[in-house]
């Protein structure tokens, strides 16, 4: 079977940085990955590799059976993504930038009335439908970011931190949202920090430490009757604790 996503060998190196160091990396169609790792562990960069937005220094990598190198648009076609960082069109509404991007995606315009309207109410946002994204809050725009992901029915969907900046309510809705898509057989790619999101939503796990996979398959695997967090931790290894020495003087 064709894998939603493969990454063979990649590395990136950003001066004295090796961000990435010949990862391999398979992810299969209709399964949710979670990619956890300790800040600087590069899994921003292997994000932005595996979707085309930056280029590996070495590797391969294919989306659904296209090389993200040779065959852009076939990718582009099949994937959604929500990238860290995102900047949107400020003033552009939030319906304004579905339909624009529905429309250039060359989706008939019904459909992409029909898609708007329902993904502003899953996510909660047809109140902020008319509202200008310039005037969004951070968590208003990481609900859009992901309604503009999802607008096309990518077969792959890849995240970045998708749960920053939610409240605890919107962040149950998008949780639903993405088991719904890859119970529809679609695959989900999810870097996060929130460990509590990664063990209750994904059945796959990839922990990255300084630009390598060090653990990845089945997430009740990789845990191995262990809470996530305590796993992760004795793989990245926690140093120490030190405390302040001035604290009640």
């Not at 290894?237 to 009640?248: H, I, M, N, T």
Request: proline share 5%.
């Amino acid at each position: 079977m064709t894998a939603a996503l493969e990454l063979t060998g990649v590395s990136r190196r950003f001066g004295a940085t090796q961000a990435l160091d010949g990862v391999d990396l398979r992810v299969e169609p209709g399964s949710f990955l979670g990619l956890v790792g300790p800040n600087g562990a590069g899994k921003t960069t292997l994000v932005s590799i595996a979707v085309g937005l930056l280029r590996p220094d070495a590797g391969s990598v294919r989306v659904c059976g296209h090389d993200v190198r040779e065959d852009p648009e076939s990718v582009k076609a099949v994937v959604g993504v929500l990238p860290d960082g995102l900047g949107l069109p400020g003033r552009l509404t939030g319906r304004e930038l579905l339909t624009y991007l529905g429309l250039l995606r060359g989706l008939p315009a019904a459909v992409v009335t029909r898609r708007t309207d329902e993904l502003l109410a899953v996510l909660d946002l047809d109140r902020a439908g008319h509202t200008l994204i310039a005037d969004y809050s951070a968590g208003m725009t990481k609900k859009i970011g992901l309604a503009a992901a999802l607008l096309h029915d990518p077969r792959l969907l890849v995240l970045d931190e998708p749960l920053e900046a939610v409240d605890p309510v919107s962040a149950m809705a998008i949780r639903a949202l993405l088991q719904d898509v890859v119970a529809a057989g679609g695959t989900v790619v999810c870097s996060s920090h929130v460990m509590a999101l990664v063990e209750q939503v994904c059945d796959h796990v990839a922990v990255l430490v300084a630009g390598r996979v060090v653990a990845v398959g089945p997430t009740e695997v990789v845990r191995d009757g262990h809470p996530l967090e305590e796993t992760f931790a004795s793989l990245v290894g926690v140093p120490a604790r030190r405390r302040l020495s001035w604290l009640g003087s």
